[in-house]
Nanobody, 120 residues
Framework: QVQLVESGGGLVQPGGSLRLSCAAS????????MGWYRQAPGNQRELVAS???????KYADSVKGRFTISRDNAKNTVYLQMNSLKPEDTALYYC??????????????WGQGTQVTVSS
């Protein structure tokens, strides 16, 4: 069993910044790719950013140059630094991880989501 717990969401004014964190715990042997997705009301869940264990990153075009994803492999934690936030960034943000459990099973785990609201 693997748990992902997000933190760091909240209400921020346009142009502001937030930093999301997601810590993985449980029966973990290793974590491969980690990422952040978001879902706004009425929209499908979309990939925001992802990072491999080696540190290769991928971003949605809409956040390039504003968001930065990073991870601490020793802490099984992934971060999302969000700068120059816009109202259209408002969404529920979910953490995702590809995990190899101690049993050898390959799992895709999701966090419960953290709300980000950008509004004046």
């Amino acid at each position: 069993q693997v748990q992902l717990v997000e933190s760091g969401g909240g209400l921020v004014q346009p142009g502001g910044s937030l930093r999301l964190s997601c810590a993985a715990s449980g029966s973990i042997f290793s974590i491969n790719s980690m990422g952040w997705y978001r879902q706004a009301p009425g929209n499908q869940r979309e990939l925001v950013a992802s990072i491999t264990r080696a540190g290769s990153t991928k971003y949605a075009d809409s956040v390039k140059g504003r968001f930065t994803i990073s991870r601490d492999n020793a802490k099984n934690t992934v971060y999302l630094q969000m700068n120059s936030l816009k109202p259209e960034d408002t969404a529920l943000y979910y953490c995702n991880a590809g995990v190899q459990a101690m049993s050898g099973a390959m799992l895709t785990s999701w966090g419960q989501g953290t709300q980000v609201t950008v509004s004046s």
